[in-house]
């Protein structure tokens, strides 16, 4: 990683400028929206939805990928802003995710509990898995908790023996809670039912890089260490030998388990967010060669991803090489991931033209797609300008993981 001085001092202010911002909308939009309005102070943990007209569904099931979310947020955001109100909120998140997500019985995590913390729907979605590994490891790096550095390492052990296919490589993307073959493997109903994704692969790479992290700050001679190593290698292998289309420079999206393509649709914010990704992995490993493999497909996936960006400096969700159908809407977690993504091409690679493309997603974002009377970010905004409230404001997907970690990306690689 460059040293922070490179990134100046021609754009010093302009830096200066963005940081303060995102630091602000942090602070005093997603983070308070959380803490005001989505805590159940009687049955304990986080409500499970809030419509996109502002309701509270307190009766909502509660889902996985929501309260792992919420735990590494609050867990990162205490570790980079050191606040107690974060702390706090990431120690309940754990100890709720403890006593209600977790299977005593079969191992993993479970994907939905009802509103009073019973199992709900009981399969085990390794995206799923992936998610709370990444939340239990940031709190274990905020905290140093003995109690979630084990869960952590259950989990990653459960992927390992349970998702990894040992015929052609890469995970598989569900199982029954027994850990036993389920027909349909579809991590939403909107995905296709194949039995290997681009996007669980990216959420797996996610975590583990983290954990390679926090086992090299901690116990680098552990064999923990070395596992986690390997694992992060064999994954940087498969976005560029499996996922990444050679012809296209786009990440296929879901596979057969020999790895035959079947999806031919683009997503631009999937193509963003994996251009920086899997780079940050290739960073943690501090391999040479990787990184030296890695950064030129780096480079190209953010330049295919492009394709997403629209004259008003927004980037569309996804769509098909033949124009049949692109998705329009400005979803939120695209602009969050794109500005990272792009930022992280101006970091390492000197990139200003990439800095301008960040600086424009975020003036998006300001003008937009932030709620500032009710605090977070809407869902979307229209092709046609209107505010998306037909979905949630706060739910299932619908955490302030994508942009607070926009705003904690930012934060500590501009460092000012």
Known sequence: MPEKSHLFPSNETVLRTLCREVHECLTQNILPF???????????GWFGRMTGKGQIEKDAPRGAILYARLLWTFSAACRVLDDSACLEAAR????????????????GTFWSVTADGQPLDTKKQFYAQGFMLYGFSEYVRLTGDEEALQMALHLFDIIEHHAWDYDYGGYIEACTRDWQPIADMRLSAKDENYPKSQNTHLHVIEPYTNLLRLLRETNPESEYAGKVSAAVERLASLFTDHILNPETHHLDLF???????????????????????????????GDKAILNKVEPIVREVALASEKGLQPDGSMIYEGEPDGSHFDRDRHWWVQAEAVVGFFNLYQHFGDKAALDKALRLWGYIKNQLIDHERGEWYWSIREDGSVNLDDDHAGFWKC?????????ELIERIGI
């Not at 959380?34 to 304990?44: E, I, Q, S, V």
């Not at 302030?400 to 904690?408: A, I, K, T």
């Open 255 to 285: 596979f057969d388990m020999d790895w035959t393509r079947r999806s031919t649709t683009e997503s631009y914010g999937h193509d963003i967010e994996c251009s920086w990704l899997l780079h940050e992995a290739a960073l943690v490993l």
């Open 400 to 408: 302030p993981y994508h942009n607070g970690r926009m705003c904690l």
């Open 92 to 107: 309940l998140t754990k100890d709720y995710i403890l006593a209600h997500f977790m299977d005593r019985e079969h191992g």
């Open 34 to 44: 959380w803490l005001n309005n989505m805590l159940d102070t009687r049955r304990g």
